[in-house]
């Protein structure tokens, strides 16, 4: 395949994890990144290696070279800054939650099309071989017809009043915090192996530190706090730490899931439970070779990924032989493989989450807040 350059607009956790996933790809080199500051951007380039790098996203859209761009920034800027790469003449992939509105969502869709680039928003967690196998499973019928959903989406990284992150300001993140962060992955996920639309929703949100103590210096996403307290100040808190959501599922099936970010002991816990009427599935995250599977009338089984075991096409989201496991970053891996095959040939199949499909979770977070305000059932359209 030609060599494509892209670029990574973001220098905090989530654009080393895209710069090692680009770079296993082989034929796609990372040619420049963009940060908040130059200072930001030189540190991050000289860490990993990239020679090209500014404090100004624009000199990157600038360079015709440059045929995609990652963006990784706070939600508040990936609509403008999708908006202005697209109009480069640049193909976009957009991290989640692709906007802070449906409004916004619906312009990039447009504009992408309009320009005819190749789009896709980073709801990388799809492509876990074992949950591409449940795709496959209930597309055969082997689960019989989907009754009902379950499952959640629980962390403990903002357990404390001293744990800060940029996601707790409403400002940078949007309306949802917990629920749009980590809930629109849990929304993306059901619909995606189940092929059925949420339809309607009942969301209930919680903020149980109403105050918080946000550090005077930058801490990283994740990272361990050492500092004292003076070096901390006060603020309000508007964004939700826990969601439920009960959820109608196509025009029969039902489900409820959880958020939380205060769930103490679950470091990334993202599980999902499937029911149908000859079957069932289960998966968890934090251990994703293993895949458990449900029978009425005879024993249940966890099967480990083996991609020769697989079926159809999901074997296709394993490079390793079974026994060795692949995970989150095999995740982003796959998902990108997929994306820069389509910005290298315009006729290759779409086989990763769109604008289209951001835009959806876009239009389901306005939803849980129209409820959650209303404490009450909302159809969506």
């Known amino acids: 395949m030609a060599r494509i350059r892209t670029a990574i607009i973001g220098t905090g956790f989530m654009g080393r994890v895209h710069?090692?996933?680009?770079?296993?790809?082989?034929?796609?080199?990372?040619?420049?990144?963009?940060?908040?500051?130059?200072?930001?951007?030189?540190?991050?380039?000289a860490a990993l290696g990239i020679e090209t790098t500014t404090g100004n996203y624009k000199e990157i859209l600038n360079d015709k070279s440059i045929q995609a761009v990652h963006i990784l920034t706070p939600n508040a800027m990936h609509h403008p800054m999708s908006m202005a790469a697209l109009e480069a003449g640049k193909a976009v992939l957009c991290e989640?939650?692709?906007t802070m509105t449906s409004k916004e969502a619906a312009e990039m869709?447009?504009?992408?099309?309009?320009?005819k680039l190749a789009n896709a928003v980073c709801h990388n967690l799809r492509y876990y071989p074992v949950v591409q196998h449940i795709r496959q499973l209930i597309a055969a019928g082997e689960l019989g017809e989907i009754l009902h959903v379950q499952g959640t989406y629980s962390q403990d990284w903002l357990l404390y009043d001293t744990d800060f992150n940029?996601?707790?300001?409403?400002?940078?993140n949007g309306a949802l915090r917990a629920v749009?962060?980590?809930?629109?992955?849990?929304?993306?996920?059901?619909?995606?192996?189940?092929?059925?639309?949420?339809?309607?929703?009942?969301?209930?949100?919680?903020?149980?530190?109403?105050?918080?103590?946000r550090p005077k210096v930058a801490i990283q996403t994740f990272a361990g706090k050492t500092l004292q307290p003076s070096d901390y100040e006060e603020v309000k808190i508007t964004t939700e730490d826990y969601g439920g959501v009960l959820i109608h599922l196509g025009g029969?099936?039902?489900?409820?899931?959880?958020?939380?970010?205060m769930a103490a002991g679950n470091k990334n816990r993202f599980a999902f439970e499937i029911y149908g009427t000859k079957g069932g599935a289960m998966w968890n995250q934090e251990r994703p070779d293993e895949l458990w599977l449900g029978n009425r009338n005879e024993p249940n089984k966890v099967i480990i990924k083996d991609p020769s075991l697989l079926m159809g096409s999901a074997a296709g989201f394993a490079d390793l032989p079974g026994g060795h496991s692949e995970g989150y970053d095999d995740s982003h891996k796959q998902l990108y493989k997929r994306f820069y095959a389509k910005v290298a040939d315009a006729s290759a199949p779409v086989d990763y989450p769109t604008f289209a499909d951001g835009l959806r979770g876009?239009?389901?977070?306005?939803?849980?807040?129209?409820?959650?305000?209303?404490k009450g059932w909302v159809k969506v359209k």
């Open 362 to 374: 876009m239009i389901l977070l306005e939803k849980i807040v129209e409820s959650s305000k209303k």
């Open 19 to 45: 710069a090692e996933a680009i770079r296993r790809l082989g034929n796609v080199e990372v040619a420049a990144v963009a940060g908040s500051s130059a200072e930001s951007a030189a540190k991050f380039g």
């Open 96 to 98: 989640k939650p692709m």
């Open 252 to 261: 029969r099936a039902r489900g409820a899931y959880t958020v939380s970010q």
């Open 166 to 172: 940029w996601r707790i300001d409403a400002k940078a």
């Open 180 to 213: 749009g962060d980590i809930g629109s992955h849990w929304m993306d996920m059901i619909q995606h192996l189940t092929g059925l639309p949420i339809t309607a929703l009942c969301a209930d949100l919680a903020t149980f530190h109403k105050t918080r103590r």
């Open 109 to 115: 869709v447009k504009l992408a099309a309009k320009k």
